[in-house]
């Protein structure tokens, strides 16, 4: 076999299988809505159709978009390695925390005030990966807990410094007062979200790419993640590549906070203002098995889904988090082995591969 | 300070910890059990936190202790899941774990709106039962004695599960096969034993328990389902596993621990309203960091003295 057909027999076998997984879902959500709608139709076509139905549902759909595939990339990225750091929430919080201190400084009326705003979230982002990739690295503590446990800490610091001292005194609301323009992201599409956002999304996906199948980093960091012996063979410094792994990857959680924060959906600082999203990260990354040019894609269907089941709610009596449902079991069908038919003759001719998340295919 | 010490030495903060600790301490035990056959189990939080909503709905028409054996059921179920996904169809447990907490995360308001005719926030409509406290006469009044009254049924349970477990442990065949299969299944595989069949099983019996410490939350420590009422505890308690050295009775000091300082956030905003009620909740969580850290750092060492 050669290399160029086996890129393409994974590719096919890959996109099959993400086909499959949509399939289900919507399978899965048609029953729901059949079960528990009195009107079951109107609410399946709300869940299908309103999305598309207009400019500002699309801005609506492509916003999400870009927040789904930053945090489907800072999941790739510690899956990858093989390291289950679960903080991408908590660095949302802190990088929309410093790209908000930034938007309200005196340079949040400069042009300057977004890229500020971005690298500041980024550093902030990266420091708070690296915290539990360290006490794994030096102390051998689980990464799973510490990560969890820093998210908590960081969704209720963040929060009790918006409401008492970035929120206006006195007037009891829990978000800053509005950016300055510049300091908010452009519009693509004038009067809709379709802002900056997917354009940032879009190149840190070709980064994250680029890291990882075209460096030397990143080609340790796959076999660090695929086989953690050959690496340690091979001399290379397991610890550090860990450690450096979850310290980028907090950089783009970091980042999906900027992104929050300055685009046109927000234009400043709430409470809880991430709203659970960075979680759905996870998803992304498993349907796209860990590789980065997949999570645009699957951030693109998933995000059409999400924002179907939000329309869904408001304008039907199926609740939205219906899709929580959906989304467990897509993660439960893609990560176990349920094969379809032929599935097992292929698995057989590659053997040699890790079926294991984000196998590399090369 | 003088006031935190007479709050904290108070025999209504004894009350107040063993309230905190026992959800933590049965959900600790569930996910020791899964430990020790070697199936981490995250989806902690979530089976407490569908198990309280269960245990919810089933108090509005049945008696408390059915409720709180439908929570109980619905934890096993959970853990029975896992083992499906995890065991036959090879998924990795982590994933798996993490479905069922998204699971939880949706599925439950989804569950109570269902249930209530479109409330997704609290069961607040619901009249839902509640575990009683047990009362024993003759200890009442008496000083020091006195303070083993009044505590929920559970509390009682998860004392004795912890001596229960213990002994099913360390004292019976069931626990060596247990825990041999954790530390290296080739040899009970050997044996004759079936490896996967311990891993279901110790799965199933780590969701009753995290199942039971659900009910605890929702029919004791509140009376009633919010959601996310959980609020980390089931990390916590994998911290916990981890805290206590995979050890039974290192599970209850460890969730006795986080029990203490849960209770000191509960009371300290009543006497410390200048610090902001945001960081007085982080108070488990920074524990839960520093002690994992600690803790790690302190095996890692006794390991490279060995």
């Known amino acids: ?362 | 300070m003088t006031e935190l010490l007479t709050a904290v030495l108070s025999a209504t903060f004894l009350v107040a910890v063993i309230r905190a600790t026992t959800p933590l301490l049965l959900a600790t035990l569930g996910g020791l059990v899964s430990d020790l056959s070697g199936a981490l189990n995250v989806a902690l939080e979530g089976m407490m936190l569908i198990a309280a909503l269960t245990a919810v709905i089933v108090s509005v028409h049945a008696p408390w202790w059915i409720a709180v054996l439908a929570g109980m059921g619905m934890g096993a179920l959970l853990g029975a899941l896992m083992g499906l996904f995890h065991l036959r169809l090879r998924a990795d447990i982590i994933l798996v774990g993490f479905a069922v907490n998204i699971l939880a995360a949706g599925g439950t308001p989804f569950a109570l709106s269902l249930a209530t005719g479109g409330d997704k926030g609290t069961s607040i409509n619901l009249v839902s039962g509640k575990i009683p406290a047990v009362h024993i006469p003759w200890v009442d009044g008496v000083p020091v004695l006195g303070l083993l009254s009044g505590h929920s049924l559970l509390s009682w349970v998860a004392a004795f599960a912890v001596f229960g477990l213990w002994y099913i442990l360390y004292r019976t065949p069931r626990g060596l096969w247990l825990r041999a299969v954790g530390e290296a299944p080739a040899a009970p595989q050997a044996a004759g034993v079936r490896v996967d069949a311990v891993r279901m099983w110790s799965l199933v019996a780590s969701g009753a328990l995290a199942g039971l410490g659900g009910a605890q939350l929702a029919m004791f420590n509140y009376v009633g389902f919010t959601r996310d009422m959980t609020a980390g505890r089931g990390f916590i308690a994998l911290g916990a596993v981890l805290l206590g050295a995979r050890h039974p009775v290192g599970a209850l000091l460890a969730a006795l621990l986080f029990g203490v300082f849960e209770a000191l956030s509960i009371v300290m905003p009543g006497l410390f309203g200048w610090i902001p009620g945001e960081l007085i909740q982080t108070i488990p969580f920074v524990v839960t960091v520093l002690a994992l850290i600690l803790f790690s750092a302190r095996t890692r060492r006794r390991e490279s003295a060995a």
């Open chain 1, 1 to 362: 076999m050669t290399a160029a057909s086996s890129r393409t027999a994974t590719l096919l076998r890959e996109t099959g299988r993400a086909l499959a997984a949509l399939a289900v879902a919507l399978v899965v959500a048609f029953l729901i809505v059949l079960a528990t709608s009195d009107e079951p139709a109107k609410a399946f076509s709300t869940f299908l159709m309103a999305p598309m139905s207009s400019n500002r549902t699309r801005g609506l759909w492509i916003d999400d978009v870009a927040k789904l595939t930053l945090t489907g990339l800072a999941f790739s990225l510690v899956f990858q390695a093989r390291q289950f750091a679960l903080g991408v929430q908590g660095q949302a919080y802190v990088g929309g925390l410093l790209a908000s201190l930034v938007a309200l400084s005196p340079l949040g009326v400069t042009p300057l005030a977004i890229p500020l705003g971005m690298l500041a979230a980024m550093a902030a982002g990266a420091a708070y990966g690296f915290v539990p990739g360290w006490a794994k690295a030096r102390f051998g503590a689980s990464e799973i807990v510490s990560s969890l446990m820093l998210n908590y800490i960081a969704i209720r610091v963040v929060n009790w410094i918006v409401r008492a001292h970035l929120a206006p005194p006195g007037t009891g609301q829990l978000n800053s007062p509005d950016f300055p323009p510049q300091a908010v992201f452009p519009a693509i599409v004038p009067g809709t979200r379709f802002d900056l956002g997917i354009a940032v999304a879009l190149v840190a996906t070709g980064l994250a790419w680029f890291a990882l199948y075209r460096t030397a980093w990143g080609l340790r960091l796959r076999l660090v993640g695929h086989n953690p012996g050959f690496a340690d063979y091979a001399g290379i410094p397991a610890r550090r590549i860990m450690v450096s792994a979850m310290t980028a990857s907090g950089a783009i959680g970091g980042l999906l906070g900027a992104v929050f924060v300055q685009g046109r959906a927000f234009g400043r600082i709430a409470i809880d203002f991430e709203g659970n999203l960075a979680f759905e990260g996870i998803l992304i990354a498993i349907v796209a098995r860990s590789r980065p040019l997949a999570v645009p894609v699957v951030a693109l269907a998933y995000g059409y889904l999400r924002q179907g089941a939000q329309l869904m709610g408001l304008r039907s009596d199926v609740p939205t988090e219906m899709l929580g449902v959906v989304q467990a079991l897509i993660i439960l069908l893609v990560a176990s082995s349920v094969r379809l038919p032929g599935r097992r003759w292929l698995g057989r001719l590659g053997r040699r591969r890790s079926p294991a998340v984000g196998a590399p295919a090369e």
